[in-house]
Structure formats: structure tokens, C-alpha cells
């Protein structure tokens, strides 16, 4: 007999004078390997066309649907209903302001991140269509793959205690991706470059390190290696700058 | 309503959009790409096999060149292709990989030194030299004489838009994501922008601008499974065919991947089946050695996809609450292999289907993967029948790929059309002034707040958005699937005909406030079936096999009929068929018709016109 699954879904829509923040039921027959991608789709297509989520990919590859998973960030595609119990409770990701439902505005969120630690390529060399790529040692350009690897779906940020209580927190994501830059040997800015972004409270010192953040990343990136790397050497620059003056 | 104005409207914020954007950002020419996702999100994100350039570092490429990579891409189009096009993509590919990596893709390069590859299950070994150390380097894909996929581990398309989305970040071109093309703004003469739908509050937006770029991506998800986002829905298409004056391209050309998984359609490798995997049907045996005893399971994409549909059709397949489907058994190659070199399929199978492949059958069926078709442009990339309109990536018919692509060719595509055809807009614009008529704007504008308020109240009916997609979907894949036929496609089409009546007829069932997920669809619903029935009904005139088009009682390919490129037009809104015309599949040849080199095929020459 296939399951009958509950789901608690939070329901807010903004934009409707009327509507109040509240959790709403449905009742969903369990099919085999249903995700919840599959049982969200089918409650808005059979029982309310309103309801609001987020999916592009359906793959795991693109960040969209991350939320709140029975108490836990993660992303929902990813997520087969057999893993979970009969009752289902998922709630939109905080941190992210709120479009409805379980839908959050993620990309303003993430295109001030990256605004911010200028996430792009700092060098002097225009490219010139006629000569060949500078050479890069295969290791190297795996290392950067590796930390490259972040889909900018917000769990991290999400179950982050010091992204919940200051806004201006940078959160793992951006550390991680200010450290892809750190390794690619094309960025030719300086340690200090680099501290002038992150080495402060907003940045790698307000940390508190508990690493939430690693336990529900979805690409399983090294965020604690990253962190520790980076607070090690940006440690060095405050402490060489505290000597300068 | 609030109005923005910017020199160029990029609708699309994937590798073509923003390829474009960048171009014309670095001329110093204002720019804004609208995405229904955050730009990062765009599925090309999702690739992850690689993009084709003929660099020529790896040992495997040497000897490739440009022309190489020309004559690969006119043999996979099966002669559909625009040769001039195929010819400016080649030589352009190598420069544009070059320069993303200049740009911070980190692209896996060159080790030199002994390595084993893996070729039909068996090992050979190869030696990559020291002079080329460091260098992009390239992988094997099918259809193409040399190894020349140049990648990123398994993220390529996901390293590549992150790195474009930086540059664009850098250069300042603004991204308005959760924002939703509805309509372009235009006299039947010239394009002037777009309005859109906020996804964030519901309101419209128009976007005004002297040049106007869809790059909006596929439009697979008119299909019921398909390999595509969610996002890949047609809906710019269906705002382009409704200006009525500019025409989509070869429609018919849909391809088909012979492994998505069911239920949720995701992709796993053709590597599968190359290390050695194998298909079963509903009694769990093997049944393509049947139909092509030399290459069974290792037979082309189309081939292979052809068959699988062939045997649910004889009533082998495996019946399931998602619909039919077969097995991809893949136990026997032993966890080593399949936690080792197939990790990605593993991880799919785990993750999203709660099956062990190491001791279960993987569910599987041929499902629509990409859209040979689209707005059909130009060599410039300036889409037919409006001034001022562009387009590229996915969503065009540039025509490079006529009536089948190739592996690999379509992210090239995305980054070396995108910098064209955003070059040829930065020209276009330096002597180009246009007045703008605001009455076209608001006329457009009130047009787009009407269709709203009567799809809420329901003015015109009330039919359920979602089962009239049901419909649509049902429809194509049984009748515009892999295998086609005049009986076939002549119910298609009919049914289409009935379900754009019914499209014409929706109403909300629920209130359409703010982001509103079912007014989107309603929103777009009209023009999906309008593209479905481009497809049916280009697919039923074409009375031939060409590339993915594949007509059962047409087996030959014909070029002294079909040479030539499928034209659709809406010309009327109240029609219930589009006008189909026709034009020569390319201007030029560089290369004369000939055997494409796999899946056995009849040609009736083009020689025999005179005769006949
Ligand atoms: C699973 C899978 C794997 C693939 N792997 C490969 C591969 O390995 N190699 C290869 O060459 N090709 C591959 N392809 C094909 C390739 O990924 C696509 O053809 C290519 O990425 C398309 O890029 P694009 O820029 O044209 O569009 P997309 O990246 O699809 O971007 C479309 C953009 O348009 C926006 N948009 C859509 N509609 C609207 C609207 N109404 N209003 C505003 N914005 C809108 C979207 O938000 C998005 O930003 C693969 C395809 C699939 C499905
Ligand atoms: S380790 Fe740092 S970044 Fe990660 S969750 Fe804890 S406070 Fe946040
Ligand atoms: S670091 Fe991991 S959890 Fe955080 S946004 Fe990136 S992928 Fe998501
Ligand atoms: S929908 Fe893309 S990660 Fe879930």
C-alpha cells in the first residue's frame, strides 16, 4: 500500500492584501521514487495553482530550490520522499527576503555577494584573439574547479547563526568564493587586496566556526578548510598590519 | 507601469545572452538581460559534457583543424545546415575558448605523459606530449573525427556561465531576474523592446530599446519529458510568432536522447551504454542486438532512441504510474566501475531515484533533449521580418546544427554566436536612430493588462491551464516523437488544433495575485500549442528523413525535394495553423551532399531534380 503523505507547507503571498503568514495541509499519495520536486508540482497542478516554489533544473546542478526541509536547509529536488516521514514540514530558507511561499529571492542576495568581493578576474592582460592560452598546470585548474563548485543555493547562509543575526555578513558562499580567486593564479590581487574585503566582522572574523555551513552544503564543498585557510592568512595580514602603524 | 530604457534588451541571461551582453557592454553600449531565474541559474548551467573548438592540444585532437570541425558539423546536420554559418562557427570556436580563459574559466588542460582511455568498454592507452603541457586540453563526444570537447570536470556549463556572469557583473550589465518576457513591442515593421511580467510582484515592465536579443533557450518542455529546465517552455517563442512577420526555423528538427531517467527526466550519459551497458525491455532482456546486430546498444543517439521507441511500441515496455519505460542495466559492470567512472550516474540514480545501479535497473526512455529550431535568423544573427530584433543560442535558428547536433556544439554555439551576433548589434547600433512611438508601447502594454484580467476573471472560459497542457504535451509525444508518421502527425495536429480552442478559453482557478505561478502559464499557454503545432505541422509537410526528423513512411532523405529550410509563420492570431514556407538550407556549399556516416540511410539526390 503506498504511503499517504502529509505536507505542512508555509503559505504567504505579499503581494495579496489579504493574506496572512500561515502553514496549510495536503495530503499526497506516495509513487515510487517521488521527489519533492515531483509531489510540489503535483499539489499546485491538483490542488492549488497559487502555491509558490522554486525549480529550473530538477538536476541538483542549479541552486533553485533550496528550503526548509523538515527543520533542515537542503535542496528540494534532491530530496526523495522516502528518506522523510509521513509528515512533511518545509518552509521558505530565512535569511533571503521572501517572495511567497517557498519562494525567496536568492539573486539580489547573491549578486551584492558578489559585487562585493568583486568576483571576477583582477589582471592587466588583454586578451589578444591571435595568441595561444597561457598555460595553467591541470592541478591548479582542478583547484579551482573544487571551489568553483558552489551553486549559490543558500544553505549555507541559511543555517548560518551569524548570517541569522547581522545582515551584512558575507557568509560561507562568499568567503569560499573569495578563495577560488585566492588560488587562481590569473587574480593578481595582493593578501591585502584580499583583506580589504573580507578581514573583518562582516567577513572572515565573524565567523563563529560551528560549521553549519559544511554539514548542509549540497556540493559538499571543503567551506571548513576554506575558512580555516583563509582566517589562518588573513590572521597574518592584520597581524603585519598592526606593525606597520 | 514603469518603463527602462537601455541602448540593447537582451532577453535570456544564459551563455548566449550573456555572451551578447558583454559584447556590447565592452563597446560601451548599455545593456540588461531579463532571466526568469537569477542569470547563474540559466540552464546552461547544466551541461556538463563540454563544448566543441578545435584547439588541437590534446594527442587525441592532433591533425584537427577548423575544417575538421566544419565538415563534423555539416555531415551530424545531415546537409540541413547553413554552411556559411557552420564555416563562421568553426574558425570563431577556438578564439572564444581562448578567451574564456582568459576570462577565469579554469578549463582542464594538458598532462603530459602515458594515460588509458576507455573506448567501448575496452582500455587503450595514450601519451600526451610535454610541448603542450598546461594547454586547454579536450575529451572524446560522439560524431566528431578527433577529441576535440574542451571541459571543466563535470561543471562545464556551470564553470562557464559563472565565469560570463562575472564579466557581466564587471562590466556592468545589469541582470533583472524573476523577470518575464510577455510580449515584444513592435509595428510589423520594427522591434522596440519588450514588456514583462515581474515575478516578484506581478506587475508589467516595459523595456524599451533600439535593439532587441532573444536568447531565451529551449523549448522542450512543451514535451512532457524532456532533459530541459523547467524554465525552457517556449514562452518568448510564442511572443515572437505572434508579431506575425517574423518566422520560427525547421520546428520540426527536435532531438531526442535515448536516457533520461523516469520519473524526473534528468540525463544520464551515453557513456553508460559505452562501457558496456546494456537495454532490457519489460521481461528484462536484452533486444537491441535485434534490430542492429553489429552495434547494438552502441548505435548513434537517434538510432538507438528510434529503437527503444520501436520496442515499447511491439508492447515490451515496462509499465509505470509515470508511463512506459525500459531498463539500462548497468550491474554487471561492477560497483568499482560504476562508483568510479560512471560516479555522476551513480549519484543521479541515488539522489533522485532512490535506485542502486549497482544491484538495480536504471528506468529509462528516449526524451526531447534539444531544439535544432528557433527564431529564425540570418548569418548576423538579425532574426527575419523585424528591424532591430536579434537573436542566438538556443533559442535561434542561426543554423549551424540543420537537422541535428551535435554533441558539443551547442554550448560552443551559445559563446561564439553570442559574441557575433552581439558584435553585428554594436554595429547595427552605431548608425541607427529610431523613433520611438509610445502609442505602440501603451498599446502593447494595455493589450498584455487585458489578456491578464480576463485570463483572472475568467472572461473568456474557464479551462484549467494545467490540464490543457496535459493535452498539449500528450499530444506531441504521440504523435512528434521519435518516429513519425502522415497518420500520426495528421491526429497530432488535429488534437493541437482542439487544444488551442481550449488554450484560448483559460481561467485562473485561483485568485492570480502577485508572482502567481498559474498566470504565468496561462499567460503562455496559447502560444506553446501555436509552437507545438509548428512542429506537428512542419513535421507532417516534410514528407522525408533528415538528421532527428524521421518519418517512417518517408525513409529516404530526400534533397531533391527538401533541401531546403521549414519556415513558420503565424500570420493571423485567429489562424489555427501556421503559414509554412520554404528556403534553401544554405546559400553556398562548401561541402556537396553526401552520406553522413552512421545510421544506415537511402539519399535520392539532389541530381536526380533535373531527371524528374
Ligand atoms: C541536460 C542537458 C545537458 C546538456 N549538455 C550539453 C553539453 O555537454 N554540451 C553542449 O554543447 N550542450 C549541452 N546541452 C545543450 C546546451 O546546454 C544548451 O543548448 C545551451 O546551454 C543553451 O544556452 P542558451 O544561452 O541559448 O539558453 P539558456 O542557458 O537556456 O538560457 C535561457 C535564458 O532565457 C531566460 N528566459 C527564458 N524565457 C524567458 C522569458 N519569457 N523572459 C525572460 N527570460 C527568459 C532564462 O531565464 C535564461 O536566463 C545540454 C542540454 C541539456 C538539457
Ligand atoms: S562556520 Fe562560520 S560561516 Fe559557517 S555556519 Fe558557522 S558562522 Fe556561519
Ligand atoms: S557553498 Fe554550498 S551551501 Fe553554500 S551556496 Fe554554495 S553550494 Fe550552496
Ligand atoms: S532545481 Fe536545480 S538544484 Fe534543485
Known amino acids: 500500500m503506498a504511503r499517504q503523505l502529509k505536507f505542512n507547507i508555509f503559505r504567504f503571498n505579499p503581494q495579496n492584501p489579504e493574506s496572512i503568514p500561515h502553514m496549510e495541509s495536503y495530503i499526497l499519495e506516495e509513487t515510487d521514487s517521488m521527489t519533492l520536486f515531483i509531489a510540489l508540482n503535483r499539489i499546485r497542478e491538483e490542488q492549488d495553482g497559487s502555491l509558490q516554489f522554486d525549480f529550473c533544473c530538477r538536476a541538483g546542478i542549479c541552486g533553485s530550490c533550496a528550503m526548509v526541509i523538515n527543520g533542515r536547509p537542503g535542496l528540494a529536488c534532491h530530496t526523495k520522499t522516502k528518506d522523510l516521514p509521513l509528515e512533511i514540514t518545509l518552509t521558505p530558507l530565512p535569511v533571503f527576503k521572501l517572495v511567497g511561499d517557498l519562494s525567496v529571492d536568492t539573486g539580489t542576495w547573491f549578486r551584492s555577494m558578489y559585487n562585493k568581493v568583486e568576483s571576477w578576474i583582477h589582471t592587466d592582460k588583454v586578451f589578444d584573439a591571435n595568441a595561444i592560452e597561457d598555460p595553467m598546470e591541470n592541478d591548479i585548474a582542478e583547484d579551482v574547479y573544487e571551489l568553483d563548485r558552489c551553486i549559490e543555493c543558500g544553505c549555507c547562509v541559511a543555517a548560518c547563526g551569524t548570517a541569522r543575526l547581522r545582515d551584512d555578513f558575507m557568509g560561507a558562499a562568499a568567503l569560499n568564493r573569495l578563495g577560488r580567486f585566492v588560488v587562481d593564479p590569473r587574480d593578481k590581487r595582493t593578501d591585502k587586496q584580499y583583506f580589504d574585503v573580507i578581514g573583518s566582522d562582516e567577513g572572515i572574523f565573524g565567523c563563529m566556526g560551528l560549521l553549519a555551513c559544511e554539514d548542509v552544503c549540497p556540493k559538499n564543498l571543503p567551506l571548513m578548510n576554506q575558512l580555516s585557510y583563509l582566517r589562518r592568512k588573513m590572521g597574518i595580514v592584520a597581524i603585519k598590519q598592526m606593525f606597520k602603524k | ?612
Not at chain 2, 27 to 46: D, K, N, Q, W, Y
Not at chain 2, 283 to 301: C, D, G, Q, T, V
Not at chain 2, 514 to 524: D, T, V
Open chain 2, 1 to 612: 507601469m514603469q518603463t527602462i530604457y537601455k541602448d540593447v534588451l537582451i532577453i535570456g541571461a544564459g551563455l548566449a545572452g550573456e555572451r551578447a551582453a558583454a559584447e556590447a557592454a565592452g563597446a560601451g553600449l548599455s545593456a540588461v538581460c531579463l532571466s526568469i531565474v537569477p542569470a547563474r541559474r540559466s540552464h546552461s548551467a547544466a551541461a556538463m559534457g563540454g563544448m566543441q573548438a578545435a584547439l588541437a592540444n590534446s594527442i587525441m585532437g592532433e591533425g584537427d583543424s577548423t575544417d575538421v570541425h566544419f565538415s563534423d558539423t555539416v555531415k551530424g546536420s545531415d546537409w540541413g545546415c547553413d554552411q556559411e554559418v557552420a564555416r563562421l562557427f568553426a574558425d570563431t570556436a577556438p578564439v572564444e575558448m581562448r578567451r574564456l580563459c582568459d576570462w577565469g574559466v579554469p578549463w582542464n588542460r594538458v598532462v603530459p605523459g602515458k594515460s588509458k582511455y576507455f573506448k567501448g568498454g575496452k582500455q587503450f592507452d595514450k601519451e600526451e606530449k610535454e610541448e603542450k603541457r598546461g594547454l586547454i586540453t579536450a575529451r572524446n563526444f560522439g560524431g566528431t573525427a578527433k577529441w576535440r570537447t574542451c571541459y571543466v570536470s563535470d561543471g562545464t556549463g556551470h564553470s562557464v556561465l559563472y565565469t560570463m556572469d562575472n564579466r557581466c557583473a564587471q562590466l556592468g550589465v545589469e541582470v533583472h531576474d524573476k523577470v518575464e518576457a510577455i510580449a515584444l513591442i513592435q509595428d510589423g515593421e520594427t522591434c522596440y523592446g519588450a514588456i514583462a511580467r515581474s515575478l516578484r510582484t506581478g506587475e508589467l515592465v516595459a523595456y524599451i530599446a533600439k535593439a532587441t536579443m532573444v536568447a531565451s533557450g529551449g523549448f522542450g518542455k512543451i514535451y512532457k519529458a524532456s532533459t530541459n529546465a523547467v524554465i525552457c517552455d517556449g514562452g518568448v517563442h510564442g511572443a515572437v510568432l505572434d508579431t506575425g512577420v517574423v518566422p520560427l526555423g525547421n520546428m520540426e528538427a527536435v532531438q531526442f536522447h535515448p536516457t533520461g531517467i523516469v520519473p524526473t527526466d534528468i540525463l544520464v550519459t551515453e557513456g553508460c551504454r559505452g562501457d558496456g551497458g546494456t537495454l532490457l525491455d519489460v521481461n528484462e532482456e536484452r533486444f537491441m542486438h535485434i534490430y542492429e546486430p553489429e552495434k547494438a546498444e552502441l548505435a548513434s543517439r537517434d538510432v538507438v532512441a528510434r529503437w527503444m521507441t520501436h520496442h515499447m511500441r511491439e508492447g515490451k515496455g515496462v509499465p509505470s504510474p509515470y508511463g512506459e519505460h525500459l531498463w539500462l542495466d548497468i550491474r554487471h559492470l561492477g560497483e568499482k566501475h560504476i562508483t568510479g567512472k560512471l560516479r555522476e550516474v551513480y549519484e543521479i540514480c541515488t539522489s533522485f531515484l532512490g535506485v542502486d545501479p549497482i544491484h538495480q535497473l536504471i528506468p529509462v526512455r528516449p526524451t526531447q533533449h534539444y531544439s535544432m529550431g528557433g527564431v529564425r535568423t540570418n548569418k548576423d544573427g538579425a532574426a527575419y521580418g523585424l528591424k532591430g530584433l536579434f537573436s542566438a543560442g538556443e533559442s535561434a535558428c542561426w543554423d549551424m546544427h540543420g537537422f541535428n547536433r551535435l554533441g558539443g556544439n551547442s554550448l560552443a554555439e551559445t559563446v561564439v554566436a553570442g559574441g557575433i551576433v552581439g558584435h553585428k548589434i554594436v554595429e547595427f547600433l552605431e548608425n541607427y536612430e529610431c523613433s520611438i512611438p509610445t502609442a505602440v508601447i501603451s498599446r502593447t502594454a494595455a493589450k498584455q493588462q487585458q489578456r491578464i484580467d480576463d485570463i483572472i476573471s475568467g472572461a473568456n472560459g474557464k479551462e484549467n491551464v494545467y490540464r490543457v497542457r496535459e493535452a498539449m504535451q500528450d499530444a506531441l509525444d504521440k504523435g512528434a516523437h521519435v518516429f513519425r508518421t502522415e497518420e500520426g502527425l495528421t491526429k497530432c495536429v488535429e488534437t493541437l488544433q482542439e487544444t488551442l480552442q481550449r488554450a484560448r478559453k483559460v481561467g485562473l482557478q485561483t485568485d492570480g495575485y502577485g508572482a502567481s505561478p498559474e498566470l504565468s502559464a496561462a499567460l503562455k499557454i496559447e502560444g506553446q500549442v501555436k509552437l507545438a503545432l509548428c512542429v506537428a505541422y512542419g513535421a507532417l509537410q516534410r514528407k522525408e528523413s533528415r538528421g532527428s526528423h524521421n518519418r517512417e513512411d518517408y525513409p529516404a532523405r530526400n534533397d531533391r525535394d527538401w533541401l531546403t529550410r521549414t519556415l513558420a509563420y503565424w500570420k493571423n492570431p485567429d489562424d489555427d495553423l501556421p503559414t509554412l514556407e520554404y528556403e534553401d538550407a544554405t546559400p553556398s556549399y562548401e561541402i556537396p551532399p553526401g552520406d553522413r556516416g552512421y545510421g544506415k540511410m537511402q539519399i535520392i539526390s539532389a541530381d536526380s531534380k533535373e531527371e524528374s
